[in-house]
C-alpha cells in the first residue's frame, strides 16, 4: 500500500506522478501544488496572472524560471501539464488537494481547476482550500485522509 504526499513543487512532482501511474497508489495528497493556471511559455499571460490571482510578481516569475528550463518548451509542457492531464485522467485513487488562499506565488487557482478536473471525469478528489500562505496548511488534516482506511 503505497501512499503519496507532496507539497510546493513537490505536489507538482506527486500530481505529476500520481498522474502518470495512478495504479501505484492507494492514496494521495497534493499540497500546496506549484501549478500556474496559464500557458507558462507566455509572459503575456504570465503577467495577467499575477494580477488576477494577486500573486507576488517577483515570486510568481521566480518560479517561473525555476519550471520553463525543466520542462524544455512549449511542445513539451502541452503534454506535462498536469492540468491539462488532470482532464483526461481516466483513473486515480482518493486524492486530497490542499491550497491556500493567501498562496503568494498564485498557485491556489490551479490547485482549484486541477480539483475542478478531477471531479469532472467523477474521479475521488477532495477539495480543501484553507487560508493562509503558500504552504501553510493543516499537516494533521493531510496525514488523516492519507491513513483512512487504514488499522
Known amino acids: 500500500r503505497r501512499l503519496l504526499w507532496g507539497m510546493s513543487q ?5 500530481a505529476s506522478l500520481l498522474l502518470a501511474h495512478p495504479g ?12 500556474y493556471d496559464f500557458p507558462i511559455y507566455s509572459d503575456e499571460e504570465a503577467h495577467r496572472f499575477v494580477a488576477r490571482t494577486g500573486a507576488s510578481p517577483e515570486l510568481a516569475w521566480w518560479g517561473l524560471e525555476r519550471l520553463r528550463p525543466r520542462v524544455g518548451g512549449p511542445e513539451a509542457w502541452a503534454k506535462e501539464d ?9 483513473q486515480l485513487p482518493p486524492t486530497l488537494v490542499q491550497a491556500t488562499r493567501g498562496d503568494e506565488y498564485g498557485f491556489f487557482a490551479g490547485a482549484e481547476r486541477f480539483t475542478a478536473a478531477l471531479a469532472s471525469r467523477g474521479l475521488p478528489a477532495t477539495w480543501a482550500p484553507e487560508p493562509g500562505g503558500h504552504c501553510v496548511f493543516d499537516a ?3 496525514a488523516d485522509f492519507l491513513l483512512a482506511g487504514n488499522p
Open 140 to 142: 494533521a488534516r493531510a
Open 24 to 35: 501505484l497508489f492507494a492514496r494521495a495528497a497534493v499540497t500546496c501544488p506549484a501549478f
Open 10 to 14: 513537490g505536489g507538482f512532482n506527486a
Open 82 to 90: 498536469p492540468l491539462v492531464r488532470a482532464e483526461a485522467a481516466r
